[in-house]
């Protein structure tokens, strides 16, 4: 499972070398704080693809960051649970994470050392910026279950997800949006194992089926502080039914059109070789219209 995109910020930015880790984690980089170097925006496999540059005003996304100060301490299991599930497939972080696992000119990108990064709503910036990443309303419910224990849900444990904006690029990495940091935030799962979070529809940009990533860290906030201690890193394929809705429907994902067009489950380079079940449990279901909003909810299994 080989993607190319995703990474990103962090405090401390002296910390030197870091290393680029194994293929399955294939990372391209990444970016220094503040002076990062403009990428080119998504194209290719897993490279930020289109023009548009993001608005700071967003039909529907006043940005109220809702930080949960939920408790780091270590995941457990609680009674309730899903009534089937497997285990998700580790897949890529792709080379924008920001999660301190790839480095550019000697910095490491992360902001999972930022405060701030415990939010729900993730649509606007939160490091030195305030701009609101424009698009389609997403409201995301997010299940956590340990596949050992009867699909039991994992109390506790913090999920960091970020994902690419309406013209396809990652914030802290896409050119013209290298001072941003939105569609980025951590959450704690709570008793029933579920996180929430406000964010936008991604885009489509060349060479991936739209998608969302994210990173589990079972021993919860305390140890969410960099993608190489994430229990699970894996992506949510997006509902074909709703990319379609949204990028013919609403003009600020008018470049996604063509790139979805060109691409499809089975040739994406991450979720290609995936199994049916597999991609079943990956693709959230969703509800609700453009001028509404979007809701959706996934399930995601880990092995405790």
Known sequence: ?????????????????????GRRRA???????????????????????GSGSSSSSSSSSSSSSSSSSSSSSSSSSSSSSASSCIADPTETNGPYP??????????????LTQSGIV???????????????????????????????GC?????AAIYIWHCDAAGKYSLYSSGVTTESYLRGVQVTDSSGKVTFTTIYPACYSGRWPHIHFEVFTGGLTSASTGRTASLISQLAMPA????????????????????????????NVFGDNTAAQLAQMTPTITGSLSAGYSGSALIGVAL
């Open 119 to 149: 939010r729900s709503d993730i649509r606007s910036s939160f490091i030195g910026s305030s701009t609101t990443a424009s698009g389609v309303q997403l409201d995301l419910v997010l299940q956590l279950v340990d596949v050992n224990s």
């Open 152 to 156: 039991a849900a994992i109390e506790g």
């Open 1 to 21: 499972m080989n993607d190319d995109h995703d990474r990103g910020l962090a405090h401390d930015l002296a910390t030197l070398g870091e290393r680029m880790i």
């Open 241 to 268: 039914a709703t990319n379609t809705a949204v990028f013919t429907g609403d003009s600020r994902y008018t470049a996604s059109i063509a790139n979805y067009n060109a691409i499809s489950l089975s040739s994406d």
């Open 27 to 49: 990372l391209a980089f990444f970016a220094s704080a503040g002076t990062a170097a403009a990428v080119a925006a998504c194209g290719g496999d897993d490279s930020s693809s």
């Open 98 to 111: 920001a999660d301190g696992t790839n480095t550019s000119s000697g910095a490491t990108s992360n902001v």
